[in-house]
């Protein structure tokens, strides 16, 4: 569907168009009219569905309707789970603000990196973009005020929560007006998801977008057996053999993904870690040489593969299987392209199989295993 018909403002429509969108996705056709309305809103979608402009656009569609002095207080809380995620959303709040004549001010903060510059940055804001601890520190230094706050997005939900957020989240809702517009977002809806859903969406809009199968369907998935002791040389062998470059591998713990991009590096092959304990100078280091090919294998957890906004991989390695078959899907889905198909491959021990027989049995898909015994990892 177009944008035209969405309800947008004809400067938003123009800034959609800037960005080269042709059609709305469809949680943007749905959302994007709910929320315009004042609705509360359940959205059941992943990365890549779009989701970050269907709450956006109609945000800012709202704010350019409001007083010059309603304009300048802050008007809309975004909290995300990760540092990345909230440059990430900023940005796309960048991407339409620089094009329509309203003055908006949108600022993003998170830990790691010095408060005293992003308390002033708070002056005049009209859109913040938060992680739940920085915020509470800004909150408690009076940084910040949500008297005026008219609308609260979750956005990545579960992530935050299964990040031991819960506290923090609820500490934050109390501080809130009552009265406002609330948008929670989320890839899966777990119990804990449930609960806050119950607690703060009244009357919600839900909408349920399923994970893009087509592309799934044209990466090239494929496992070997190995046991533990045998999976590094194993990857390194993968790697060297079929001289891979720009690969992603996947852990499941930041120790692990130290561990796994040491002994590539010992092995004379290039590699950085990137998860939660780095700082964010290391990450963001790491992630503009891998995205320039300057790295040649990034070792990654679950948590910060959603920041890792590179459109295509070719190669994905599954060091180490996630948890839930979303994130799975989520992991592989960077790869897959109609003009060139990526790969991914999971190294998979016999701990893991009935595990990675579950993942397929949701995705409905069929991995192709190989044995790795016969192999000679010796010099890896
Ligand atoms: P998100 O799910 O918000 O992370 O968005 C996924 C990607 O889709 C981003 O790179 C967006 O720039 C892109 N995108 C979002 N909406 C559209 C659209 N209507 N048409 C084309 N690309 C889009």
Redesign the pocket.
């Known amino acids: 569907m177009s944008f035209k018909n969405l309800g947008l403002s004809a400067s938003l429509e123009t800034a959609v168009q800037t960005?080269g969108?042709?059609?709305?996705?469809p949680i943007?056709e749905k959302a994007i009219p709910a929320i315009i309305t004042g609705k509360d809103l359940l959205g059941i979608a992943q990365?890549?569905?779009?989701?970050?402009?269907s709450y956006v656009l109609p945000i800012l569609h709202r704010l350019q309707h409001l007083s010059e002095e309603e304009n300048r207080a802050l008007h809309t809380l975004v909290l995300v789970p990760t540092r990345e995620l909230a440059e990430q959303v900023r940005a796309?709040f960048q991407d339409y603000i620089v094009n329509i004549p309203e003055r908006i001010k949108s600022v993003a903060v998170y830990g790691g990196v010095a408060i005293n510059p992003q308390m002033q940055a708070l002056r005049n804001v009209n859109v913040l973009i938060a992680t739940p601890g920085r915020l509470l520190e800004l909150q408690a230094s009076n940084a910040v005020s949500f008297k005026t706050l008219q609308t609260l997005v979750l956005d990545e939900a579960d992530k935050m929560l299964n990040l031991g957020f819960q506290e923090e989240m609820d500490r934050i809702f109390a501080l809130l007006p009552k009265k406002r517009q609330n948008l929670l977002f989320s890839a899966t809806l777990s119990e804990d998801v449930e609960r806050i859903n119950r607690l703060i969406l009244t009357n919600p809009e839900v909408i349920k977008i399923e994970a893009k199968k087509d592309t799934i369907e044209l990466i090239k998935q494929s496992g070997y057996f190995v046991s533990e002791e045998r999976k590094g040389p194993l990857l390194r062998y993968i790697i060297k053999n079929n001289d891979l470059q720009q690969v992603l591998v996947f852990t499941s713990s930041s120790y692990k993904a130290d561990n796994v991009a040491d002994k590539l590096r010992k092995n004379g092959i290039d590699a950085a870690a990137m998860h939660g304990k780095k700082s964010m100078k290391a990450r963001k280091d790491a992630l503009r040489k891998f995205r320039n090919g300057g790295l040649r294998v990034l070792v990654a957890t679950d948590l910060l593969s959603r920041g890792i906004?590179i459109e295509f991989l070719p190669h994905v390695i599954n060091y180490e299987l996630p948890r839930s078959p979303k994130d799975y899907i989520h992991r592989i889905g960077r790869t897959g392209r109609a003009e060139s198909p990526g790969d991914a491959i999971s190294l998979i021990t016999p701990e893991e199989l009935h595990h990675f027989k579950v993942i397929q049995k949701k995705m409905k898909t069929y991995v192709e295993m190989e044995k790795s015994d016969d192999l000679e990892l010796g010099g890896f």
């Not at 969108?21 to 996705?25: F, G, K, R, S, V």
């Open positions: 960005q969108y042709e059609n709305a996705y943007q990365t890549g569905s779009g989701k970050t402009a796309v906004d």
